[in-house]
């Protein structure tokens, strides 16, 4: 069984029977575009998840761009898709994996132990020539029998305080320029969380679009342990990427601060012009 990464080939090799796939592919500046992809063509009996309606509840001030969904309905998702603690899930996108290790962290959340991102998404299954299908697949029963998230997961109130703690580490997984506050395209203010440390979520990824390999993301966790580090980005989303390259150079899952800038920029407007002024 597999709990991070699967390739397309050990994917096609599994039974169907055997195997739950999720297509998680979605683009942030066309919400429509990834129900548009699957509905053209997607992996034989993958189920579509949404970001904003499926992996995340409503964007708030107060919660950010992209909180996490409500646990009673998205355990619901989980149950009608036929997610069973006997079976492998598989998650996919066609953007380097950060939409699908949100969709992986949020099963994993769960307590589901077999959840993992197919390597290079979709689109490397179709070079492989793998079938492909137009069809939704119908309900499933299956059962999932977590009562709460099973992840390390981190309050804003608790990275504020780790701003002045030798303690913990945080992780930005945003680009250079919006971390050192030179752009900022989506959210209100430009900067980063005051003590957090640069490691850019795409800089992850292999040549070919896939996921780096394991000697190199050991190498680019080596100075990170996951017992104190905490993975944050602009809303929650390519913070997973870098929790699960990090869990597969380490083997165990760092924690997550979900809400990341886009809740900082609402709660901490203090520390925002402090963040701004040291990163300028």
Request: glycine share 8%.
């Amino acid at each position: 069984m597999y709990s991070t990464l699967i390739s397309a080939q050990e994917l096609n090799a599994l039974p169907p029977h055997s195997v739950v796939i999720f297509d998680c592919r979605f683009d942030l500046q066309r919400p429509n575009a990834g129900r548009e992809q699957y509905d053209k063509g997607h992996i034989p009996k993958a189920f579509y998840l949404d970001l904003n309606l499926d992996l995340s509840s409503w964007p708030s001030k107060a919660e950010g761009r992209h909180p996490l969904p409500n646990f009673t309905e998205f355990k619901e998702i989980m149950s009608q898709s036929g997610v069973l603690p006997d079976k492998q899930v598989v998650c996919y996108d066609d953007s380097g994996g950060c939409y699908a290790a949100r969709a992986w962290w949020l099963i994993k959340a769960l307590g589901v132990e077999n959840v993992a991102v197919l390597n290079g998404g979709y689109s490397h299954w179709q070079e492989l020539g793998f079938d492909a299908d137009r069809r939704s697949p119908p309900p499933q029963t299956g059962k999932i029998s977590a009562v709460e998230w099973m992840l390390p997961i981190v309050a804003a109130q608790e990275v504020h305080a780790m701003i002045n703690s030798s303690e913990r580490v945080l992780v930005d997984a945003r680009e250079s320029a919006r971390f050192a506050g030179v752009a900022e395209p989506i959210d209100p203010y430009a900067g980063h969380i005051p003590s957090a440390c640069n490691v850019y979520w795409k800089e992850g990824l292999n040549a070919e679009g896939g996921f780096a390999s394991l000697q190199a993301l050991q190498k680019r966790w080596q100075d990170y342990n996951p017992d104190n580090t905490v993975h944050y980005c602009g809303s929650g989303v390519t913070a997973c990427f870098n929790v699960l390259s990090h869990t597969i150079a380490s083997g165990k899952v760092p924690a997550l601060y979900v809400g990341s800038w886009s809740q900082w920029c609402g709660l901490y407007p203090e520390q925002i012009a402090q963040c701004t002024e040291q990163s300028a």
